[in-house]
């Protein structure tokens, strides 16, 4: 069974190659019908691979699939090659289950776009990539679905390229994420130098025999990739403007799946991150700063797909807490977890915008409660998740966090009490634009009110799947009592180290409920506070808002990080090249030189032909001066 | 007499003859100097040949002032054709090409 | 294997076209083109045995063909392929009648010569792949000249004198140099040997002294490093790419780039090989300020051809730094880059050249949006643009990376400098894809824009397929490669190992 | 020498050609209304005569005048190569003389005695048939430089070709007389052999007269500081008399030179290598630069040939075999492309306008695509890119500098070559990438005769520069026996 684990990704390229090339002739259903169905043969694929998987022993569930040999020169070589253990079963059954819902929305979404064709063949391209970086057997495999993912979100992002701010969207999108990609990549040089090979087992079962620095470095440089991808401190700018994407696509690409891309590499190489502690600890710290920055921002966003972006990152920082502090199948678990109530809120935005012909400011909305109750329901499942409410998945996810946040031998309290007041934002945030959204008057513009509706069925229905799945999703882990996830993932994460090193070093199962307890109240407070803010009293935000006002400025402009990156990067670096290097350096010194000798040579004979003056006796002399300067050297010679 | 007073009242010639065309504006003037050039070499010559003890030299006269002769007649038919193209026989004003 | 001197047919049949071409009369334009259309495609063809016949097993050249041409000097009429000279032939011959498809409509002046110059053309680069007498090379290398200066001096835009002029003396500086070292190398080894010749085989099995491996290797090397072309010498390329047409520009950058390239490969890394590790920090340097440099003076450009043409010089950038990183990766993936360069930065100027046909424009300014209008144009562009900045599964993206990953293992610094280009180039290109391509219309003229004829899609698709095959399956080109770079570094080795041995000056190496 | 040997064959082609001359005399003065065309072949039957009988003399030398004349590979190869530039001077001149010039029946005969001197100068083994040689070209080539009577630059250029010539001359002859004064001979061998046993710089005196006669020989190759006169006399000759200038009289005075250098070789290599050396690079540089500025495309191709000169000079300096077999294809191949480039102005002059500007030139791909084409490929061989022979010769001959050690001066030949391209390439731009002017003259009609000629000097060149080998071959033969 295993040598058809490449129908996985197959489907959906299929899928793209139909779509793309035979598009404009079909019709939206077959391309949405054969769009989603692709996607759902690769789910199916996963499936059944994944219940043989789970009929093998804990320490022998790996499935590999070597295509053909891709590349090979000298002792380089890398093969097309696919790896079905635990951790990518998860993946792929994430990836193609939530992308599968995806596509079903987006085939009511989207419909009556003239892009539709195009819109199926992206979303397929993408899954394929997806599933190629999640599948991939080794460095290079795991790299071509990685930029491959990029490409789709680029492409996506832009998807309406007639309007420039969503191409620059895309752009930027792109090109921060290259600049990721580039710490990745040296970090495939470094580990084929010292390593020898891309491959995942020959690189991981040796890895604890190189010197620390170069796990160290290999380590940070693909945390930079991952920081590119997973959209965090300090590359996290070009997520919130990928928003421009059709919904769907943020639903996907830049909430569920993509920006996990992250994570999943660092739990992926977690044999070679348990042995730097440095590389640990600065996973840890730049999840967090993340986190806490992006729910900051979120605060104030007043753009519905802004916030959730934000919280996006924000959560995202969550997991790289948890990688950092080794909880590798908690982050996995939050990765899950989080892609369901994520997509779900997402999708849920994309059905309150479908209902408000597009808009997306949340001062506009308001009162909606009623008018599309499905949309609310789903909605306020997705809010009760993210806000780590029992007994929703994001609750089992988050606290697992925030618990071995503390009780990792990499945690640390100070992890915890952000994380915990972390976790007390995002309630805030989120349901302050639930509570903004959904209750009190509506403030949506007359025109576009006459138009609210609620969305097909097609849209609904994987809605609901999806606040099923947020609503009962955490219980596949419940420490202690029943954590068969991690108990299925952590043969992948303990293959090559040793597992005493992860033992809880301190902290109790008493402390565990305490904690969780905290965590309750924290999110309880948070949404309280939000219940006051923006139902009972809301007069209370602007007030706040002025009294802080040099804090709110901050942080409405997000830190103003995208203007500084403006500023003290893009724009003296275009400057620099277009008036020195090009303008100066190759027009007036190279090309300067390169012409200037002409024109020296030109005046050269400009001058010496004037030695023929046309006078002959001149010619004569010119003669008799040659004679004699040759019996100067017969003199002096 | 030495050899060595042939050849330098020769190389007296010869220089005059030099400088005269580098000097004179007349065309036959300057032509006439190279006559005198030719005949300081015809001088030489058959000094030399007295001198190695040998006719070669001498010979050798003999065809330089055939030679002579034939310029003459080409070089004058020249100057009388530029003569009367341009009325002047001034080398310096007959310099149409240059540079 | 056969007999039929195949490979001196595949040289040889374009310029054969060329003389029948001379006898048609200049008002026949379709015949002409008919005529010149079936020489290059069968040129093609004739070349496909070399291809799947090709011996992978062995560095040794095959192929070969050897008569006595001058006597008196020792030159030969010797031909042959290699792993490294096997894949530029392809890529020449794949070319041939795709840049004859792409003028179809294009050439409005004496279309007779322009075909002319264009089969000329590839008979002058073809020899200079194939040939293995350094006498017959530099024939080739310059006669090659006469043509490319015509089709940008007669056919080429508003500045195109002095483009042409500028080509041909730029390219004559370094081969002119080249010619007194091929003439210091050819009495020096025969006073050694007792044999005079030409014979590439015989010069390169020679080892010469340090002393005069370094000037003959900064002779040859400035020839080639001028048609690469490398910063700082690369100022004639923008010129000649932006004025001359499309044809021009694809067979410019599709494979005149790379004479200079391979030339480092076939001779002064073999013929010079302690000289070569001497400069080697050098070309490194230059290398990679090329990468850099050319990406950022790239991103600057109002002209979409000129921006490619800065990108070529990025982009040869890679190849010349995987070259002179004495790796197997570097050197696979420089000459796979060179391939790839090839395909991806023709197909560039082909698509602006598609565009500039319908808008007699290439200023990126005057476009904009013109995804919409024209998606299947977008759609090839979209892709030969992902191809060109490396995107992984795309051709480009193996040839940077085996280029890169073999520089990392020889020096770290230039690696990563050189690896920062790859954000660069998306950032060039993609900055100049959006403001073309995407974005409303703003222009009256570009909603008037036709969709890519069947013809355009013709030349197009090929690319495109091979751009996606070295993208996705790299293996067969680089395994057609292998043996000869493995014995070409080989050899680096044992000669590098074998002057340093002391009192063993000068070692005149067995054939 | 020993006795007086006399052999017929030795002489032969000089007195068919001296026949050849007075015979048309006589027929122009006794036929007036000869048609020209007749007169013509007439002379090229009789240089075919005088080619055959030169070649005669190949397999083995034969001595005339008591070694004052050697027939032999050299004299052999060089004679061919003076009667094929004069054949072509005939065919390019015969439309022109019928147009411009009535006294076509003097023109002929007096190329013809040109000629005749030049083979004078290859076969002269004593310095006193080396002078009348030159001195029999000279003067009839003072007389054709002239020959448009009505024209001032014509009189001009013969008038300063003329007085400089006489001027030359007298330095030659001194040099001459200082020559046989040391070694009491003019004859080339018994010099040879004062300079094995005594050495160049033997005697002051010797090395003066050496130096005199290098003055002279310089004048007659025109190279530097003795060129001057070139560009002005090849500007206001007719085009054919150009050619045959830059290309026969250029060959004769190397001819002769050679013979000279030969004989003053054979001893220890000093004295005057550094000379020639420092004439050489100067000669190529000034040529070379000054031509960059000239839009007279005559002036232009005089500046060209002066550095030609310059290039061909390396041969004699490296003085080995391949140097000596070198010049030869350097001439045979100059010969080729110099007639064919004047050819084509020559071509597309109409008696009352001279083809000679670089705005004439204008566009004349599309008006003229014969003339066009043939002038590219000459300035392509000029300019010595491959596969034309240009390319072939410059390679042959800076490979026997090389051979002899002269690097440096090679290198210099080759940047010059590269600024030489410049002009050469700025003709060609000329008449392929511009358009042509409103108010350009119109070209003459087609000249069939000249249009043989210049395709068979297109043929030459470029079968010489694609299948060299049988030459140079022969050549190598020949400067072995030299040697």
């Known amino acids: ?637 | 007499m030495p050899i060595e007073y042939y050849l330098i009242v020769a190389a007296i010639l010869f220089s005059i003859g030099v400088l005269g065309v580098l000097t004179r504006r007349n065309a036959i003037i300057v032509f006439l100097c190279i006559e005198l050039m030719l005949n300081a070499v015809n001088l030489t010559l058959v000094a030399f040949s007295n001198h190695v003890q040998n006719l070669d030299g001498q010979v050798f006269v003999f065809f330089v002032m055939i030679v002579a002769a034939a310029e003459v007649a080409v070089g004058l038919a020249l100057i009388v054709a530029i003569f009367r193209q341009k009325e002047t026989v001034y080398v310096d004003e007959i310099n149409l090409m240059k540079w | ?511 | ?483």
């Open chain 1, 1 to 637: 069974m295993q040598d058809y684990i490449w129908l996985i990704p197959f489907f959906p390229l299929l899928g793209f190659l139909i779509n793309g090339l035979l598009g404009k002739y079909l019709s939206e259903k077959v391309i949405g019908i054969l769009g989603s169905a692709m996607v759902f043969l690769s789910f199916s694929t996963a499936v059944v691979l994944f219940f043989q998987l789970t009929q093998l022993d804990p320490e022998n569930r790996l499935f590999i699939n070597t295509l053909y040999t891709w590349m090979a020169t000298g002792s380089f070589s890398a093969d097309v090659a696919f790896r079905f253990d635990a951790l990518s079963a998860v993946m792929v059954l994430v990836v193609t289950g939530v992308g599968f819902l995806i596509h079903v929305y987006s085939i009511g979404y989207m419909h009556g776009d003239r892009g539709f064709a195009r819109f199926f063949s992206f979303l397929n391209l993408f899954t394929f990539a997806m599933l190629l970086l999640v599948l991939g057997n080794n460095f290079l495999i795991m790299f071509l679905g990685w930029e491959g993912v990029g490409l789709c979100s680029y492409l996506l992002i832009g998807f309406w390229y007639e309007n420039p701010e969503y191409a620059y969207a895309g752009n930027k999108a792109f090109i921060v994420n290259r600049i990721g990609d580039f710490g990745f990549l040296i970090g495939i040089f470094m580990i084929f130098g010292y390593f020898g090979s891309l491959n995942f087992d020959t690189v991981l079962s040796a890895a604890g025999m190189q010197p620390e620095w170069v796990i160290t470095t290999i380590c940070l440089l693909l945390f930079v990739g991952a920081t590119g991808k997973s959209a965090q401190i300090p590359l996290y700018v070009w997520l919130p403007d990928a928003m421009a994407g059709p919904t769907p696509v943020s639903a996907l690409i830049h909430a569920a799946t993509m920006v996990t891309a992250g994570v999943y590499m660092i739990c992926r190489t977690s044999a070679m991150y348990v042995l730097s502690e440095v590389a640990l600890s600065v996973v840890a710290i730049i999840g967090l700063l993340t986190a806490l920055m992006a729910a900051t921002i979120a605060i104030t966003s007043k753009d519905i797909k802004k916030v959730l972006a934000y919280s996006t990152v924000s959560q995202l920082g969550y997991m790289f807490l948890a990688a950092g502090v080794g909880a590798f199948a908690t982050a996995i678990f939050h990765l899950m977890t989080h892609a369901f109530f994520k997509a779900l809120m997402f999708l849920a935005a994309g059905s309150v915008m479908h209902a408000l012909s597009n808009e997306t400011n949340i001062d506009k909305m308001g009162g909606l409660k009623n008018k599309i109750g499905t949309t609310y329901r789903t909605f306020w499942v997705g809010g009760l998740a993210i806000s780590g409410i029992l007994p929703f998945a994001g609750f089992f996810s988050k606290d697992e966090i925030l618990w071995k946040a503390f009780s990792s031998p990499f945690g640390s309290t100070v992890f915890w009490a952000v994380g915990t007041l972390i976790a007390g934002l995002t309630a805030f945030y989120m349901w302050r634009m639930i509570y903004t959204v959904f209750y009190g008057e509506s403030r949506v513009d007359k025109e576009v009110a006459l138009h609210i509706h609620e969305s097909p069925k097609v849209m609904t229905v994987p809605l609901i799947v999806l606040a099923a799945l947020s609503t009962v999703g955490g219980l596949v882990n419940i420490p202690h009592y029943f954590p068969m996830f991690e108990h299925f993932l952590d043969p992948v994460f303990m293959k090559y180290i040793n597992p005493a090193a992860f033992e809880a070093s301190h902290g109790s199962f008493g402390l565990e409920l305490t904690f969780a307890a905290i965590s309750l109240v924290v999110a309880f407070t948070g949404i309280w506070l939000a219940k006051v803010m923006y139902v009972q009293r809301r007069e209370l935000p602007d007030k706040i808002a002025s009294s802080v006002k040099g804090l709110y400025t901050l942080l409405f402009n997000k830190y103003y990080v995208d203007e500084l990156y403006d500023k003290i990067i893009v724009k003296p670096f275009v400057k620099v090249s277009d008036a020195f290097f090009y303008a100066f350096f190759d027009v007036k010194i190279i090309d300067g030189i390169v012409n200037g000798s002409a024109k020296i040579m030109d005046s050269i004979a400009g001058v010496l032909r004037r030695s023929h003056s046309g006078v002959v006796q001149f010619y004569a002399l010119s003669l008799v001066v040659g004679a004699i300067a040759l019996f100067g050297y017969l003199i002096f010679g």
């Open chain 3, 1 to 511: 294997m056969t007999d039929l001197p195949l490979l001196s047919i595949t040289i040889f049949l374009p310029a054969i076209g060329a003389l029948l071409l001379l006898f048609l009369k200049d008002s026949m334009e379709q015949l002409q083109k008919m005529l010149a259309l079936i020489v290059s495609a069968l040129t093609f063809i004739v070349s496909l045995p070399l291809y799947f016949s090709f011996n992978s097993n062995t560095a040794a050249f095959q192929f070969e063909e050897n008569y006595t041409w001058i006597s008196a000097i020792g030159a030969n009429y010797h031909v042959g392929i290699d792993g490294i000279s096997l894949l530029m032939i392809m890529l020449t011959t794949f070319l041939g009648p795709l840049v004859v498809l792409s003028a179809w409509n294009a050439v409005h002046k004496s279309l007779k010569g322009f075909l002319i110059s264009l089969l000329v053309l590839e008979t002058g680069m073809l020899g200079v792949f194939a040939s293995l007498d350094i006498f017959l090379f530099y024939i080739f290398w310059e006669a090659m000249l006469i043509p490319m200066y015509f089709v940008i001096g007669i056919w080429g835009g508003q500045r195109r004198v002095y483009a042409a002029v500028k080509f041909f003396i730029y390219t004559m500086v370094g081969s002119l140099l080249m010619m007194v070292a091929i003439l210091f190398a050819y009495f020096y080894v025969g006073e050694q040997t007792g044999t005079y010749s030409f014979d590439y085989i015989h010069l390169r099995d020679f080892l010469m002294p340090v002393e005069i491996q370094k000037w003959l290797f900064l002779a040859f090397g400035l020839s080639f490093a001028i048609k690469v072309p490398m910063f700082p010498f690369h100022t004639w390329l923008p010129d000649a790419h932006v004025e001359a047409p499309t044809a021009g520009s694809v067979i410019l950058a599709g494979v005149l780039l790379k004479m200079g390239t391979y030339g480092f490969l076939r001779f002064c890394l073999p013929m010079f090989p302690n000289a070569t590790f001497i400069f080697a920090p050098l070309i490194s340097i230059l290398a990679v300020i090329g990468i850099l440099y050319g990406a950022w003076v790239a991103m600057v450009q109002k002209d979409v051809k000129k921006l490619v043409a800065y990108s070529s010089v990025s982009h040869l950038g890679f190849v010349m730094l995987g070259i002179f990183s004495f790796t197997h990766q570097g050197m696979q993936g420089g000459l796979i880059q060179m391939v790839n360069h090839g395909l991806s930065t023709g197909a560039l100027f082909l698509i602006v050249g598609m565009i500039y046909e319908r808008r007699h424009t290439r200023m990126i300014e005057d476009f904009g949006g013109l995804a919409r209008q024209i998606p299947i144009f977008t759609t090839f562009f979209m892709i030969v643009t992902l191809s060109s900045i490396g995107l992984p599964g795309l051709n480009g993206f193996v040839g940077e990376f085996l280029v890169l990953l073999g520089t990392f293992q020889t020096n770290v610094t230039l690696a990563v400098l050189a690896t920062s280009g790859v954000i660069f180039a998306a950032v060039y290109m993609l900055w100049m894809f959006k403001r073309v391509m995407f974005g409303p219309i703003t222009r009256e003229e570009n909603k008037r824009l036709t969709d890519l004829s069947k013809r355009e899609v013709a030349v197009l698709v090929p690319i495109v397929v091979f751009i996606v095959w070295i993208g996705v399956y790299a293996q067969p080109f680089l395994g057609k490669m292998e043996k000869s770079v493995d014995s070409l570094l080989a050899q680096l080795k044992a000669k590098q190992t074998a002057l340093v041995q002391p009192g063993n000056e000068i070692i005149g190496g067995g054939e």
């Open chain 4, 1 to 483: 020498m020993n006795g007086f040997e006399f052999d017929w064959i030795a002489i032969a082609p000089f007195l068919i050609l001296s026949v050849l001359g007075f015979a048309v005399v006589v027929l122009g003065i006794s036929f007036p209304k000869m048609y020209r065309g007749t007169l013509g072949t007439i002379v090229l039957v009789g240089f075919a005569v005088a080619f055959l009988a030169s070649l005669q003399s190949w397999d083995d030398a034969r001595l005339a005048f008591g070694g004052m004349i050697t027939a032999d590979k050299f004299s052999s190869a060089f004679s061919c190569i003076f009667i094929l530039g004069a054949t072509l001077t005939i065919g390019l001149s015969i439309n022109q003389v019928e147009e411009k010039y009535l006294l076509y029946s003097d023109y002929f005969a007096l190329v013809v005695f040109a000629t005749a001197g030049m083979t004078l100068m290859a076969s002269g083994t004593n310095l006193l048939t080396l002078f009348l040689g030159l001195e029999t070209l000279s003067i009839a080539l003072y007389v054709l430089a002239g020959f448009r009577r009505s024209n001032e630059f014509a009189l001009e250029a013969s008038f300063k070709y003329f007085l400089l010539g006489a001027f030359a001359s007298g330095f030659l002859l001194y040099g001459i007389a200082l020559i046989y004064g040391i070694t009491g001979s003019t004859d080339l061998t018994k010099i040879s052999a004062y300079v094995s046993s005594e050495g160049i710089l033997g005697s002051k005196m010797f090395f003066a007269g050496f130096l005199l006669l290098l003055v002279g020989f310089g004048f007659k190759i025109s190279v530097f500081p003795f060129h001057l006169w070139a560009p002005d006399v090849y500007q206001g000759a007719p085009t054919p008399i150009s050619a045959f200038m830059a290309t026969g009289s250029k060959a004769a005075g190397f001819a002769a030179l050679m013979r000279f250098m030969i004989a003053m070789q054979s001893t220890t290599q000093s004295g005057w290598q550094d000379i020639i050396w420092v004439i050489a690079a100067a000669t190529m540089i000034l040529g070379n630069v000054i031509a960059l500025r000239q839009s007279n495309v005559k002036r232009m191709l005089a500046y060209s040939s002066i550095a030609h000169a310059g290039y061909i000079l390396i041969g004699v300096l490296a003085g080995n075999t391949i140097g000596s077999s070198g010049i030869i294809f350097y001439l045979l191949t100059y010969t080729f492309m110099n007639i064919g480039a004047f050819g084509v102005i020559s071509y597309l002059s109409t008696a009352e306008h001279e083809f000679i500007t670089l705005s004439d030139f204008r566009g004349l791909a599309s008006s003229r695509p014969f003339a066009a084409i043939a002038m590219a490929a000459f300035m392509f061989s000029l300019a010595g890119i491959p596969p034309l022979a240009g390319f072939m010769a410059k390679f042959y001959l800076f490979s026997a500098g090389v051979k002899a050690g002269y690097v440096w001066l090679v290198i210099i030949a080759v940047v010059t070559s590269m600024i030489s391209l410049y002009y050469y390439l700025g003709l060609v731009v000329q008449m392929f990438m511009r358009d042509k002017e409103a108010d350009v003259a119109a070209t003459a009609p087609l000249q069939p005769a000249v249009m043989i000629a210049i395709s068979i000097a297109m043929l030459a060149i470029l079968i010489l520069g694609i299948f060299p080998s049988r030459w140079v071959s022969l050549f190598q033969d020949l400067a072995r026996s030299l040697m």
